[in-house]
Nanobody, 121 residues
C-alpha cells in the first residue's frame, strides 16, 4: 500500500491542524492505520492508531484528549485532528499502515512520507 500524508504547517500554540493520509494499492480497509512523529534528535514515536473498522483507537499519553484519529474507508483516507497544539508537538509526522491496531501502534509495515508540523510559542 502506498501512503501520502499532507496537512502539516506552522501554527501558534493552542491552534489546530488536520493531517490527512491518502492510501492506494492494496485494500485499505484491511489495515490498521497509525500516525507517528519524529522530532529532531529524537526517535520516531507512536502518536495514534485506529483499527481497520475504525471501532478501536489508541493514543499516546502525550496527545490523549487533544488529538483525534479517524478514517474513511470509502475514501481510503486516515486523518489526525490535532487541537490545543503545543510547541513540543513540533515534529515530522508520518502515517503508517499495519496488520492490526496493536501492530501499527508499535510500528508500521508501510510508511508515507512525513509532513512537517511546527508549533510556535
Amino acid at each position: 500500500v502506498q501512503l501520502q500524508a499532507c496537512g502539516g504547517g506552522l501554527v501558534q500554540a493552542g491552534g489546530s491542524l488536520r493531517l490527512s493520509c491518502a492510501a492506494s494499492g492494496r485494500t485499505f480497509s484491511g489495515y490498521g492505520m497509525g500516525w507517528f512523529r519524529q522530532a529532531p534528535g529524537k526517535e520516531r514515536e507512536s502518536v495514534a492508531a485506529i483499527s481497520y473498522s475504525g471501532g478501536s483507537t489508541y493514543y499516546s499519553d502525550s496527545v490523549k484528549g487533544r488529538f483525534t484519529i479517524s478514517r474513511d474507508n470509502a475514501k481510503n483516507a486516515v486523518y489526525l485532528q490535532m487541537n490545543s497544539l503545543k510547541p513540543e508537538d513540533t515534529a515530522l509526522y508520518y502515517c503508517a499502515a499495519g496488520s492490526s491496531i496493536a501492530a501499527v501502534s508499535r510500528w508500521g509495515d508501510y510508511w508515507g512520507q512525513g509532513t512537517q508540523v511546527t508549533v510556535s510559542s
